[in-house]
């Protein structure tokens, strides 16, 4: 099986990469940046490349079974400050890859969506893939609508795709600077020794999923074949929430020192709480996180020792 990973550089473009290898798949990445922590890996076809350069992404599908879509131009707290370029540099360009791999007989696209900004502010809790979405960004708004795109070519050209709605990833390869990826930046606050700011009072609750729990869950929704009675959409998270001052307390029980925190007024794209039910994917794509809260704590702390952080 041949394997494209669009934004395969980035944090979890470089783990699923390491997934795929695992699993005995011939590896391209397709991206505009090198990896930031990572070398790149001498088995796996690097192509330098933007998804809005449509010419280099006709090239960069052919003869590939699997397309792994993780791109993307924004972020949740800032796509409402220019939402037309969010939907041209991510919906625009997501459509016409879409074109070129139906041309190109690509077997199947898996796209990452967002397990929290497409539902919006719940109804329910944990959330169902079937509930209500209502985004209060455009950052949700692009995914959830790139969704419906996969589903039109499904419909109209056979493209297969599965829809992964990842709740919050952590882990090794996350880049401690990011302006999101509250676990990371906060350890790597805690590593230099700076304070850590929350937005709020610390009781925004929000669903932790380890990088290596996630990457599983994609790799196993490329082998994933659905009947016609099964689904493609699929919310991927470790289906229990923790709120920001519990996840600063697990934080002080692995780093075994006090954590210098700071809270600042909350933000109006935060919703209260964002918990996904993952009945579904553990159904049908035989997938279930294995890595609990303190043991991925752990495994990110241990990795983020080993950087020279400014």
């Not at 076809?45 to 993780?70: A, C, K, R, T």
């Not at 709605?165 to 906060?186: C, H, L, M, W």
């Not at 996904?276 to 043991?295: C, S, V, Y």
Request: with cysteine; glycine share 10%.
């Amino acid at each position: 099986m041949k394997s494209l990973v669009i934004g395969g550089n980035g944090f979890i473009g470089t783990n699923l990469v390491d997934a795929l290898v695992n699993k005995g798949h011939a590896v391209k990445v397709f991206d505009r940046y090198p990896s930031r922590f990572r070398e790149p890996n001498p088995i796996v076809e690097y192509v330098v490349g933007d998804l809005g350069n449509h010419g280099e992404v006709e090239e960069v599908v052919q003869g590939v079974d699997f397309v792994f879509h993780l791109a993307y131009t924004s972020l949740p707290h800032t796509s409402n400050e220019d939402p037309v370029y969010d939907i041209r540099s991510n919906v625009v360009d997501t459509v016409q890859m879409l074109q070129q791999c139906s041309t190109a007989a690509v077997r199947k696209v898996i796209f990452v969506s967002s397990g929290g900004t497409v539902y919006g502010i719940p109804q329910n809790t944990p959330i169902r893939e079937d509930d209500a979405t209502d985004p209060i960004c455009s950052y949700g708004i692009t995914k959830l609508a790139i969704e419906k795109y996969l589903h039109l070519f499904h419909r109209l050209h056979g493209l297969d795709y599965v829809v992964a709605r990842i709740s919050n990833p952590y882990g090794e390869q996350q880049n401690p600077d990011a302006k999101q990826g509250a676990v990371t930046v906060f350890l790597g606050n805690a590593k230099r020794g700076n304070p850590i700011t929350i937005w709020g009072d610390g009781e925004v609750v929000r669903d932790y999923i380890y990088i290596g729990d996630a990457v599983q869950a994609l790799v196993k929704s490329a082998e994933y074949q659905p009947s016609a009675s099964q689904h493609r959409v699929f919310n991927i998270g470790a289906g229990r929430g923790y709120s920001l001052n519990q996840l600063i307390d697990a934080m002080r029980g692995v780093l075994e020192k006090e954590i210098d925190v700071r809270y600042t007024p909350g933000r109006v794209e935060d919703v209260p709480s964002n918990v996904l039910d993952i009945t579904r994917a553990t159904n049908e794509l035989g997938w279930k996180p294995e890595i609990g809260l303190e043991e991925g704590l752990s495994r990110t702390w241990t990795w983020l020792k080993t950087l020279q952080l400014a």
